[in-house]
């Protein structure tokens, strides 16, 4: 069974930045797409970024692009969201997700098969 633990998230002020990680437990991370995801209050969860096999190739939402990076660490199994400038607006859970890579809609929560339990990132202004 393939299990995803994030770590990091907090409460930070207006342009602050913050990290989150995840851990994915399977011996075959090099074969995974992994992406964030986040929910707001009463909102749909939303995609966020990915990453695919390779790790050459990186999705963003509109909404974060140029503020927001991820990235893959095959060492150690661990992909990470590195947030800059955050904003009120990027107040909610935010989810990891995993799917072995066969190309795809990869903004699609349904093209991810695990998903960690979230960590809370709370942005005061």
């Known amino acids: 069974q393939v299990q995803l633990v994030e770590s990091g998230g907090g409460l930070v002020q207006a342009g602050d930045s913050l990290r989150v990680s995840c851990t994915v437990s399977?011996?075959?991370?090099?074969?995974?797409?992994l992406a964030w995801f986040r929910q707001a209050p009463g909102k749909e969860r939303d995609f966020v970024a990915s990453?695919?096999?390779?790790?050459?190739?990186?999705y963003y939402a509109d909404s974060v692009k140029g503020r927001f990076t991820i990235s893959r660490d095959n060492r150690d199994n661990t992909v990470i969201l590195q947030m800059n400038n955050l904003t009120p607006e990027d107040t909610a859970v935010y989810y990891c997700?995993?799917?072995?890579?066969?190309?795809?809609?990869?903004?699609?929560?349904?093209?991810?098969?695990?998903w960690g339990q979230g960590t809370q990132v709370t942005v005061s202004s």
């Open positions: 990453v695919d096999w390779s790790g050459w190739n990186r």
């Open positions: 399977t011996h075959t991370f090099k074969t995974y797409h």
């Open positions: 997700a995993a799917t072995v890579d066969k190309g795809g809609t990869f903004y699609d929560r349904k093209f991810y098969e695990y």
